[in-house]
């Protein structure tokens, strides 16, 4: 009889988590976001290349600080985002992204979301000195407040550790 615990994680979300496209800083991004998740404290980044007259993502890649899950995710993602206007983009939605995978074990719905609220974060920071689409939500969407901003993520952690003590 087999000791072994089985891994949450199919095969392609492994896959991806060894090979992930799209994978890197982009020095040259029109938008960017820094975003991290309060239901582990991981971080991720999001780099848009945008074309500015036709708002098509031409190139989109990240920086995961996270676990496979989120790596897989951002992955799939960036593959989605590239090619589409910005506010197909908008639309993508976590639960996508773990079809796309071949759902996401449920304790990790938190990192394909995180991935989803960065994208979010850096389409909206894209808009920051410009008009903004009607389209664009004025509030943060629950995606966003999952991926929190660097400097509010820290805070809120440090206060929890803060009880904790
Ligand atoms: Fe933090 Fe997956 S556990 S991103």
């Not at 939500?137 to 009880?163: F, G, N, V, W």
Request: one cysteine or more; glycine letters at 6%; proline letters at 5%.
């Amino acid at each position: 009889m087999s000791t072994r615990i089985p891994l949450p994680y199919n095969p392609k979300v492994l896959e991806l988590f060894k090979n992930p496209k799209n994978l890197g800083r982009m020095e040259d991004a029109d938008a960017y976001a820094l975003a991290g998740s309060l239901a582990c404290g991981d971080m991720i980044a999001i780099y848009l290349k945008i074309d500015e007259s036709t708002q098509v993502i031409e190139k989109a890649t990240f920086e995961s600080y996270g676990c496979a899950a989120n790596i897989a995710s951002s992955s799939i993602l960036t593959e989605m985002a590239k090619g589409k206007i910005l506010k197909e983009a908008w639309n993508i939605t976590w639960k996508q992204i773990s079809d796309e995978l071949g759902q996401l074990p449920v304790i990790k719905h938190h990192c394909g979301i995180l991935a989803v609220g960065g994208l979010k974060r850096a389409i909206r920071a894209y808009f920051s000195n410009k008009p903004k689409p009607e389209w664009l939500p004025d509030e943060p969407t629950s995606d966003e407040k999952h991926a929190l901003e660097e400097e509010k993520l820290i805070e809120i952690l440090s206060k929890k550790l803060e009880r904790k003590k």
